[in-house]
């Protein structure tokens, strides 16, 4: 019996014993879970810290490199938009700065950057609005040089390389904090199972306590899996960005050579229908004529073809230039009407509502036309058995909620375009995809998937807004938010006269001289025997530096007709203006491929330039030469 009792005894002392060591561990693992969970919630403070003092670091670096823009953007256009880009982006600065001052403590590194940072951010502020107190002194040349002078170069290299340092070192604190969080976090699930398991052997108390702190991990965790989708919903719709820009670039370029070879191919084509129509007139030719005249016919609509291709290209890639004005939506749609009603067919009824003191729309109307004629002809493909389609005019506000919405438009106010058909609709999971250039649900051959893709390029160019609602076997609206015409404006969209047959080119009067400058020798061969053939003499330059040496004697010279993009250091608007110093008011017709930012600012073109787009034929140039010059 005693020994019974001893082991009876020693039985109790070691339970006791383990019961004293289970609750020391799990007294341990809630001590250290609450360390931890302390630990972490200052983890996340700092992280949350220094993806703000990033986001604001950002934020500053891009002001300082929008307001440089500003001011260049200013001193070369002297466009008053600049002007309040340049006050916004500058207003902003100070703030900028002073709330990474606030988040970054004083004697950190990263303090240190900023101390030496301040005085080369007021410096450049300082600098700069003495470059514009020098242009509003009357003294632009000397604003001129001072925005390329070294030390204005300097000074901003300095700010690049002091901010790229600085959020250089915060990423690398980002980066390090988000280890020891994650690390922390590990831990901590690491100690709560401890706690679970010690808590379930020892009392239910334990187990309700591990039981809240699994809760708390998942709160955490399920906020830190939201975040993390809308860190990737951000990554999605920045890589969507850079895919367009980069789609944009490459169509530009392909734009520019294709539509130099255009130029060639339909210029000559254009020469040669000439010359065979001349050829009719010759009874021992008009056998070959006929032979030639349909292949050569042939050859004249693919190459048009091939020029709309690369238009479309331009316009979903937002690179066309456009010329918006005051428009009349109602008037627009109303002379539209008799040409949708004839290209929908007898089976489409087509319906207008329009919107009574509708305000009036700053847009292109060419391209206005064309979009709501693209729609139009969607809406065709939506009804084969026939339906109704309706256009509606409104004027709307989109408030900030709507911009919040969606992002990628600016609050205020629009002018609507609805255009609605009782079509077969769009499915949902393809709806999300109807803007993407070449996607088309329709069968192959019958479109080039670029029609809602144009619309959408053009409508945010022009600072709009689309929008597409769907159900299927119900119809389709596509909703066209356009800019309202706030200032007055002179220009107004005019309407265009119907042709009456082709009239001959206009010529040259006596001794007109022309100053031709084209880098492709096709092209500028093209236009230099057209030019010639219309009685002009010309002088021909293949870069700005040759047409630059042509002007050293001065020759009389009535019109310079240039490329916008050309080799030599200089485009075509910057050898314009060389030119006009030594020829004050000489007319100057730009062409191109691919609109540059040289001659078109924010999608439009600028108001003192007269372009003629490539491809072009004797006709469009001869009639747009004679045009500025009778004007001049």
Same mark, same amino acid.
């Given at each position: 019996?005693?020994?019974?009792?001893?082991?009876?005894?020693?039985?109790?002392?070691?339970?006791?014993?383990?019961?004293?060591?289970?609750?020391?561990?799990?007294?341990?693992?809630?001590?250290?879970?609450?360390?931890?969970?302390?630990?972490?919630?200052?983890?996340?403070?700092?992280?949350?810290?220094?993806?703000?003092?990033?986001?604001?670091?950002?934020?500053?670096?891009?002001?300082?490199?929008?307001?440089?823009?500003?001011?260049?953007?200013?001193?070369?256009?002297?466009?008053?938009?600049?002007?309040?880009?340049?006050?916004?982006?500058?207003?902003?600065?100070?703030?900028?700065?002073?709330?990474?001052?606030?988040?970054?403590?004083?004697?950190?590194?990263?303090?240190?950057?900023?101390?030496?940072?301040?005085?080369?951010?007021?410096?450049?502020?300082?600098?700069?609005?003495?470059?514009?107190?020098?242009?509003?002194?009357?003294?632009?040349?000397?604003?001129?040089?001072?925005?390329?002078?070294?030390?204005?170069?300097?000074?901003?290299?300095?700010?690049?390389?002091?901010?790229?340092?600085?959020?250089?070192?915060?990423?690398?604190?980002?980066?390090?904090?988000?280890?020891?969080?994650?690390?922390?976090?590990?831990?901590?699930? *690491?100690?709560?199972?401890? +706690?679970?398991?010690? %808590?379930?052997?020892?009392?239910? #108390? =334990? !187990?309700?306590?591990? @039981?809240? $702190?699994?809760?708390?991990?998942?709160?955490?965790?399920?906020?830190?899996?939201?975040?993390?989708?809308?860190?990737?919903?951000?990554?999605?719709?920045?890589?969507?960005?850079?895919?367009?820009?980069?789609?944009?670039?490459?169509?530009?370029?392909?734009?520019?050579?294709?539509?130099?070879?255009?130029?060639?191919?339909?210029?000559?084509?254009?020469?040669?229908?000439?010359?065979?129509?001349?050829?009719?007139?010759?009874?021992?030719?008009?056998?070959?004529?006929?032979?030639?005249?349909?292949?050569?016919? *042939?050859?004249?609509?693919? +190459?048009?073809?091939? %020029?709309?291709?690369?238009?479309? #290209? =331009? !316009?979903?890639?937002? @690179?066309? $230039?456009?010329?918006?004005?005051?428009?009349?939506?109602?008037?627009?749609?109303?002379?539209?009407?008799?040409?949708?009603?004839?290209?929908?067919?007898?089976?489409?009824?087509?319906?207008?509502?329009?919107?009574?003191?509708?305000?009036?729309?700053?847009?292109?109307?060419?391209?206005?036309?064309?979009?709501?004629?693209?729609?139009?002809?969607?809406?065709?493909?939506?009804?084969?058995?026939?339906?109704?389609?309706?256009?509606?005019?409104?004027?709307?506000?989109?408030?900030?909620?709507?911009?919040?919405?969606?992002?990628?438009?600016?609050?205020?106010?629009?002018?609507?375009?609805?255009?609605?058909?009782?079509?077969?609709?769009?499915?949902?999971?393809?709806?999300?995809?109807?803007?993407?250039?070449?996607?088309?649900?329709?069968?192959?051959?019958?479109?080039?998937?670029?029609?809602?893709?144009?619309?959408?390029?053009?409508?945010?160019?022009?600072?709009?807004?689309?929008?597409?609602?769907?159900?299927?076997?119900?119809?389709?609206?596509?909703?066209?938010?356009?800019?309202?015409?706030?200032?007055?404006?002179?220009?107004?969209?005019?309407?265009?006269?119907?042709?009456?047959?082709?009239?001959?080119?206009?010529?040259?009067?006596?001794?007109?001289?022309?100053?031709?400058?084209?880098?492709?020798?096709?092209?500028?061969?093209?236009?230099?025997?057209?030019?010639?053939?219309?009685?002009?003499?010309?002088?021909?330059?293949?870069?700005?530096?040759?047409?630059?040496?042509?002007?050293?004697?001065?020759?009389?010279?009535?019109?310079?007709?240039?490329?916008?993009?050309?080799?030599?250091?200089?485009?075509?608007?910057?050898?314009?203006?060389?030119?006009?110093?030594?020829?004050?008011?000489?007319?100057?017709?730009?062409?191109?491929?691919?609109?540059?930012?040289?001659?078109?600012?924010?999608?439009?073109?600028?108001?003192?330039?007269?372009?003629?787009?490539?491809?072009?034929?004797?006709?469009?140039?001869?009639?747009?030469?004679?045009?500025?010059?009778?004007?001049?």
């Amino acid at each position: 019996m005693p020994h019974r009792l001893l082991k009876a005894n020693r039985l109790l002392q070691n339970s006791r014993v383990i019961i004293f060591v289970g609750l020391a561990l799990v007294a341990a693992a809630v001590i250290a879970v609450a360390l931890l969970v302390v630990r972490s919630s200052e983890a996340d403070f700092w992280l949350a810290r220094s993806i703000k003092v990033q986001q604001a670091g950002e934020a500053l670096l891009s002001e300082i490199q929008l307001a440089e823009g500003a001011k260049r953007g200013y001193l070369l256009t002297q466009a008053s938009d600049y002007m309040i880009e340049f006050n916004q982006s500058t207003g902003a600065i100070p703030r900028l700065f002073e709330e990474l001052s606030d988040l970054v403590p004083d004697d950190s590194d990263q303090g240190s950057r900023l101390k030496t940072l301040g005085p080369l951010v007021d410096a450049k502020l300082a600098e700069m609005d003495q470059t514009l107190e020098l242009d509003q002194r009357g003294e632009r040349t000397e604003a001129l040089k001072t925005i390329e002078s070294a030390h204005v170069e300097g000074l901003t290299k300095s700010i690049r390389a002091e901010l790229f340092a600085f959020l250089n070192a915060e990423r690398a604190l980002l980066n390090m904090r988000e280890k020891e969080v994650s690390n922390l976090r590990r831990w901590l699930a *690491a100690l709560i199972g401890v +706690a679970l398991l010690t %808590a379930m052997v020892l009392t239910t #108390l =334990l !187990a309700i306590a591990t @039981r809240h $702190a699994v809760a708390d991990l998942i709160a955490r965790t399920r906020e830190l899996e939201e975040e993390s989708l809308r860190r990737q919903d951000a990554e999605d719709s920045l890589r969507q960005v850079q895919k367009m820009e980069a789609v944009g670039q490459l169509s530009g370029g392909i734009a520019h050579d294709f539509n130099n070879l255009l130029t060639i191919i339909m210029g000559n084509l254009d020469t040669l229908m000439r010359r065979i129509a001349d050829a009719k007139k010759d009874n021992n030719s008009k056998t070959i004529v006929a032979k030639l005249e349909k292949p050569v016919d *042939a050859a004249m609509y693919g +190459a048009r073809s091939a %020029a709309q291709l690369t238009q479309r #290209l =331009l !316009a979903f890639s937002r @690179r066309q $230039a456009l010329d918006p004005v005051r428009v009349d939506m109602n008037r627009l749609i109303t002379d539209m009407t008799d040409l949708l009603k004839r290209s929908l067919g007898e089976q489409i009824s087509v319906e207008t509502v329009l919107g009574a003191g509708l305000w009036p729309a700053f847009i292109d109307p060419n391209q206005l036309e064309n979009a709501l004629l693209n729609l139009a002809l969607n809406a065709r493909a939506a009804m084969p058995e026939g339906g109704c389609l309706t256009i509606e005019t409104a004027n709307t506000y989109l408030d900030d909620g709507y911009s919040r919405r969606f992002g990628d438009i600016e609050p205020g106010q629009y002018i609507v375009l609805c255009v609605t058909d009782t079509g077969t609709g769009i499915p949902a999971d393809v709806i999300d995809h109807v803007f993407e250039p070449f996607f088309s649900t329709k069968p192959p051959g019958e479109g080039s998937g670029l029609g809602l893709s144009m619309v959408h390029g053009f409508v945010k160019q022009s600072g709009g807004h689309v929008r597409i609602y769907s159900e299927e076997d119900h119809g389709t609206t596509v909703k066209l938010y356009l800019p309202r015409m706030m200032t007055a404006e002179d220009r107004t969209a005019a309407p265009v006269g119907k042709a009456e047959g082709v009239s001959p080119p206009p010529r040259a009067e006596p001794q007109e001289t022309i100053l031709l400058v084209e880098d492709n020798d096709g092209v500028r061969e093209y236009a230099a025997t057209v030019l010639h053939g219309l009685g002009y003499a010309v002088l021909e330059a293949s870069d700005t530096t040759s047409a630059i040496e042509l002007l050293g004697n001065k020759p009389p010279i009535d019109l310079l007709f240039t490329d916008v993009v050309l080799p030599g250091g200089l485009n075509g608007r910057t050898l314009a203006n060389e030119v006009r110093r030594t020829y004050p008011g000489i007319p100057v017709l730009f062409t191109t491929g691919y609109t540059r930012n040289a001659i078109v600012h924010q999608g439009r073109l600028d108001a003192d330039v007269d372009l003629l787009n490539k491809p072009y034929t004797e006709q469009d140039l001869a009639r747009k030469i004679r045009e500025l010059l009778d004007r001049a």
